[in-house]
């Protein structure tokens, strides 16, 4: 495929069409004074937007870069072609009616079929898009109102929406904007390779996307391999959840890994940060344009309000943010500065009565920002401008610039609501060498993200790809266990029998006590087909008697459990393989204590995991007790790992649960495996 970044940092623009949309790109181009020239075409009209207009792309007095094609779905196709077999370096196809219209014309698809080979390599991006903004360049090739302008430095923004988009653009909070991009179909160009291609552009500090599906996996580790590279941290809104996790009904690791796990495994895995909302996307992007990622988790609050003070602690609770105590270096500096009434802490309440007293102001803030924080932030609201006088909030400006000055490092002015930090205070913000963050809320979130993104760690190793299996069957719980054990599980001795009697015999040979399961159902627990403790050949007959089954399984009963796990691994088309780890047992669902991962891992990424779960006191050993061996269990986890790995292509799921943790042991005294062609 020809340069994507022909495309988006285009020299000249062509424009085919002459309505409405096409003439608000021209007009748009116009406005943002984007340097090179703009042709539109159009085979009736003598100009569009003021521009005089070619009659046919054969009139044009150049090979454009990059073309907004606007016209109907079937003219698209040929304009297509026809820009392809001239060399131009790509388009944005606005028309609707394809693929994503199938249901409702029956012929969308054959037509985006069409759309692609006439494309050949000539890069698309659509259709069903509105395209993108170039802020940089003043390059618009976007078909409507949009409320940014041109800076020479910002971030990139990535959505599936065009609407969305729109709305990004109306951000009032001083958040440079480099791009603005939307993927529409994305038939052949997806916001990966978008995002790829904007990253290279020397002039974008951050990449933010809102996704709504994966795509193209290679295509989205292939994006964090070049943000990485790079140093460029990114940051995503995921919408959805993955319907195909959830296919797993039959299981337990359905419920557990059947919403967003995937995405957040896979998030994580690529080191990319994620984020729960627009607003705290757009304040992360910010904090992370002005900042970049941040050393660590460790910040000062400092406030006139114990009630401001109060909420940013709170507010800290349910997130990773520090507020480490005051050094001595702090201690003495902010009682020098602020007098004996006041009570040193942080977050701090330094009081109103220095309020409007710049320099010592300034030395306060100086004072808590003398220690190893990344971050100080100076919560204050101010005044709307149409119905107050502003200018009392002038002295947090002013200290704030001084602070900046003397210290060196990162501050951010806070505000609690935010409608009580303007665009023109934002930006007055800024040019005082500060960082506006609106919403404490939000800005907590941009802080632990940032922090997240500022960590050190390990190149993560490809993921292990799924394939797409038909004809799914679940194998018996024996089956099961055979090829698990295979591949290095701890399985209990066991033998299948078809008879009472025989269960009876079977039992005796194995040892009491022992366990029997019937067949025939996916929760034998709650079917009935569950026995345990059996310590005699007649207990075990009369169980089996009294169970509904064809044949029966005998087992030994692994004893000296100090806990039960879930190993649970779960195809999911869009993310890979969801390994979920979780407290195992008939109590699974009712506890929700897991976490997830993606295949492949590691001995430390089990060990990492297995320390996240609320269980894991009971793991280590609880008042006393004895504990597990976490050498054995991370050899279940990667034992079953090894069967998913060799079985890729056919693997639905797998689960163990109950894994039997003991302080020797990790016995899989359940397993399920869903197989196909």
């Known amino acids: 495929m020809r340069s994507l970044s022909r495309l988006f940092q285009p020299k000249s623009i062509a424009v085919i069409g002459g309505g409405a949309w096409c003439t608000s790109v021209v007009e748009q181009c116009l406005k943002m004074g984007f340097a090179g020239p703009v042709w539109p075409v159009h085979p009736k009209r003598t100009e569009v937007a003021g521009v005089p207009a070619l009659t046919s792309l054969a009139d044009l007095p150049g090979v454009p870069d990059a073309v907004f094609i606007g016209v109907n779905r079937n003219i698209t196709i040929d304009t297509v072609r026809e820009l392809n077999a001239m060399g131009a370096g790509g388009a944005v196809c606005f028309a609707s009616g394809f693929r994503e219209a199938q249901a409702e014309t029956g012929d969308g698809a054959t037509l985006q079929d069409a759309l692609l080979d006439a494309a050949g390599d000539m890069p698309i991006v659509g259709p069903n898009c509105y395209g993108f903004i170039n802020y940089l360049d003043g390059a618009l090739l976007w078909p409507d109102q949009h409320g940014g302008e041109r800076c020479g430095r910002g971030v990139a923004i990535l959505t599936q929406s065009s609407n969305m988009a729109i709305n990004l653009t109306m951000q009032a909070r001083g958040l440079p904007l480099a791009y603005i991009a939307t993927a529409g179909n994305q038939a052949q160009v997806g916001l990966s390779q978008i995002g790829e291609t904007l990253l290279t552009d020397d002039r974008v500090t951050a990449l933010g996307m809102h996704i709504e599906g994966v795509g193209d996996l290679a295509a989205f580790e292939a994006l964090a391999a070049t943000a990485r ?209 609106l919403g404490i809320d939000d800005a907590l979130s941009a802080i632990e993200t940032a922090a997240w993104l500022g960590q050190d760690r390990a190149v993560a190793p490809p993921l292990l790809h799924p394939g797409t299996p038909f004809d799914t069957l679940v194998l018996t719980e024996a089956e099961a266990k055979s090829a698990l054990s295979q591949h290095g599980l701890d399985i209990p001795q066991s033998q299948t029998v078809l008879s009472p009697d025989d269960a009876g015999a079977s039992a005796q040979d194995i040892g009491f006590p022992v366990v029997l ?161």
Request: net charge negative.
């Open 229 to 437: 590279r790079l140093g460029k941290p990114i940051v995503a809104l995921k919408a959805g959840k993955s319907e195909q996790a959830q296919a797993a009904a039959v299981s337990h690791t359905a419920s557990l890994a059947g919403s967003d796990a995937g995405s957040r495994a896979l998030l994580r895995r690529l080191g990319i940060g994620q984020v729960e909302s627009l607003t705290a996307l757009l304040e992360t992007l910010k904090l992370l344009h002005f900042a970049g990622p941040l050393p660590s988790d460790q910040i000062v609050s400092m406030s006139c309000s114990g009630g401001e003070a109060s909420l940013m602690a709170d507010a800290a609770l349910s997130r990773s943010v520090t507020f480490p105590s005051l050094t001595t270096a702090q201690h003495d500096g902010l009682r020098a500065a602020l007098g004996p009434m006041v009570a040193l802490a942080n977050p701090l309440d330094y009081h109103t009565f220095i309020w409007n007293d710049a320099d010592r102001m300034a030395a306060t803030f100086t004072a808590i920002m003398q220690a190893d924080i990344a971050l100080g932030c100076i919560i204050v609201d101010f005044p709307r401008a149409d119905r107050c006088d502003p200018s009392a909030w002038d002295c947090v400006l002013a200290s704030g610039a001084q602070t900046v000055a003397a210290t060196g490092r990162n501050l951010a002015l806070v505000a609690t609501l935010p409608e009580a930090l303007s665009e023109e205070v934002a930006t007055q913000t800024i040019e005082a060498g500060m960082i506006p963050l």
């Open 517 to 677: 399961k019937g067949s025939g159902a996916a929760h034998k627990t709650e079917a009935g087909l569950v026995a345990l403790s059996l310590n005699s050949a007649p207990e075990v007959q009369e169980a089996a008697r009294r169970m509904d089954s064809p044949e029966f399984l005998i087992e030994e009963m692994v004893t000296g459990g100090v806990a039960e796990l879930l190993i649970g691994i779960v195809r999911d088309p869009a993310h890979g393989f969801v390994l979920t780890l979780a407290a195992g047992g008939t109590l699974t669902e009712i506890m929700g204590d897991s976490t997830s991962r993606l295949l492949p891992v590691n001995e430390d990424d089990v060990i990492e995991a297995l320390t996240e779960l609320r269980i894991a006191p009971v793991l280590k050993g609880y008042r006393g007790k004895a504990g597990v061996d976490m050498a054995a269990i991370t050899g279940a986890v990667l034992a079953v790992q090894a069967y998913v790995t060799e079985h890729a292509a056919q693997l639905e799921e797998v689960e163990i649960n109950p894994l039997i943790c003991t302080s020797d042991r990790a016995v899989a005294a359940d397993a399920l495996i869903r197989l196909g062609t």
